[in-house]
DNA sequence: CTCTCTGCAAAGCATTTGCACATTG
DNA sequence: CAATGTGCAAATGCTTTGCAGAGAG
């Protein structure tokens, strides 16, 4: 995704294109999972001034256009991501890294679940949680 | 899971099966999914000091066994359930009422996926988000 | 100029925790 | 009786919100 795709998106919507926004969209331009925190360090390095709720009302809003997925699990932060295409996530259970996956199948099997148990207008989304080949590496 | 197994479930454990612990089990029997806020009120009608932060420490430990399963969903607070078979979740972003489903085949998905990224020891939840039928009549 | 956006600080909500007492095995 | 569990209330961490001023079209 980039700058002209981003700067498009927010402007066909009904939101305006601040600094602060494109600067939260260039924060998670490198495809990174970082939470509300972390952007807020990033953005500060360009834009000392904008608070945390700026960064919070703002990633709400690119939620909403599609420009961003956010990723929760039970116990921490939430994490923010461009959204680039469609995929699934590999969480370690040891160090809370998070990869992405593209899974070839499930939107069909999800398609299916959802159409017998008459679910419109779906999303769908599988977590794997698991220790990761550095994490396992490290326990031996 | 009857009464017997969820005991013998806490009395192998190294804790202690004490009456609060029994109820929040009890709580859960029906297989619903419930807030910790909602067992707190169950468990309440038979216990009536029972304290939320008992129920949170007592959910935390069946999860640990194994006997307790939890849901969280961005922005709202988690549901727990009787961990039986395993399954998956649809989810009405309308209602927000929570259905389960087995996934037949997801399993092979996620552990070719594992394995081919080296995760070990995995585990996977699907939640398909939706609109439910009950909703989508009610939207005519 | 009007409408939207922002910073700030306070509030909100779910969850966790320290401590003194009660309960369990 | 020694170890673990509990109630209470305060604390925590993440996220949201009210407000008054700043900025955009």
Do not use: W
């Amino acid at each position: 995704m980039d700058a002209k795709t981003v700067d498009a998106g927010l402007l066909q919507s009904r939101y305006r294109l601040t600094k602060q926004r494109a600067a939260v969209l260039r924060a998670l331009g490198d495809g990174a999972h970082l939470s509300a925190e972390t952007i807020l360090v990033r953005v500060r390095t360009e834009m000392p001034a904008v608070s945390l709720g700026t960064i919070y009302r703002t990633l709400d809003i690119l939620r909403e256009i599609g420009l961003v997925q956010i990723f929760s699990y039970t116990g921490s932060a939430a994490r923010y991501e461009a959204a680039l295409e469609k995929h699934h996530h590999l969480l370690c259970s040891v160090c809370n890294s998070l990869v992405n996956v593209r899974v070839d199948g499930l939107a069909e099997l999800a398609q299916d679940i959802a159409r017998r148990e008459r679910y419109s207008n779906i999303d769908f989304s599988l977590t794997i949680v698991g220790r990761c080949n550095d994490c396992t590496k490290r326990m031996n």
